[in-house]
């Protein structure tokens, strides 16, 4: 079997959700004197919830290697691995895609082998190499230090998703190969619609939803998706902060 994990696997961590990450973009912008009207533009986006389009509006306000250092910064308050992933990995997974920019996935992975998984990239090379392996990690979105695209912004997303058909191809593969648990997407997740779309349509496979109770949380319009893509929900209780019923 095969886990695609995001940042809300790892938020306990010190990872932080897309909207808090996209509140600190704007403080970065702000402190590093982005123009009152962008700054104006990137709040209203947040209050919409259009989160990638914070991200570009920020990041083309500073200069060459900021962006990058800046999210390096984030990356490394990051606090090692806790005990859903090592609950997860003791599962004994094929292989990993994380979202996430962080080293999370291949430090707990690798403490359950006893040894470090092999480690992909999303550049073409990755992408085609992760169909034929075993126990490994695939930054699906990047590294901030990496080869790859990193995924972040609108822009990005395009650019990684529509500019070729290798994302979606790999993903495909793999869906095919492999039954699949997702951890740590929200329900409107833009990365969850992403490594799914098309996917789910084509191959119509038995699928099931991790989601707290109650069942009411989840939107109308969402539900129907569920149901017309065959994912049957399993609800599970919020006993702490760090969805230990989860686990």
């Known amino acids: ?56 509006a920020v990041e083309q306000e500073l200069p060459p290697g900021a962006w990058t250092n800046w999210l390096k910064q984030e990356i490394t308050q990051v606090r ?8 997860l990995f003791r599962l004994r997974p094929s292989g990993v895609i994380t979202t996430n920019y962080d080293t999370i996935a291949e ?15 999303n550049d073409a090379s990755g992408l085609l190499s992760v169909q034929a392996a075993g126990q ?36 495909r593969q793999l869906l095919l190969r492999y039954n699949v648990l997702y951890v740590g997407f929200g329900h409107g997740d833009l990365d969850f619609e992403h490594l799914c779309q098309g996917a789910l349509d084509q191959l119509n496979p038995n699928c099931y939803a991790l989601s707290l109770q109650p069942s009411e949380q989840l939107s109308g319009a969402f539900t129907e998706r569920l149901r017309r893509l065959n994912i ?16």
């Open 1 to 56: 079997w095969l886990l695609f994990l995001g940042a809300g696997a790892s938020a306990y961590c010190g990872v932080k959700p897309w909207k808090a990450l996209a509140e600190s973009a704007i403080e970065l912008g702000r402190n590093s004197g982005a123009p009152a009207e962008t700054l104006k533009y990137a709040e209203n986006m947040l209050n919409r919830g259009r989160l990638a389009l914070v991200f570009d």
């Open 107 to 121: 430090g707990a992975y690798g403490q359950v082998l006893g040894r470090g998984p092999a480690v992909f990239e």
């Open 136 to 171: 490994f990690v695939c930054h699906f979105h990047g590294t901030v230090d990496g080869r790859g695209t990193l995924v972040l912004g609108a822009q990005s997303y395009r650019q990684f998703y529509g500019g070729s058909t290798a994302p979606r191809d790999c993903i």
């Open 80 to 87: 090692g691995f806790g005990e859903l992933h090592t609950s």
């Open 232 to 247: 049957q929900t399993l609800p599970y209780e919020k006993i702490d902060s760090q969805h230990t019923g989860l686990v």
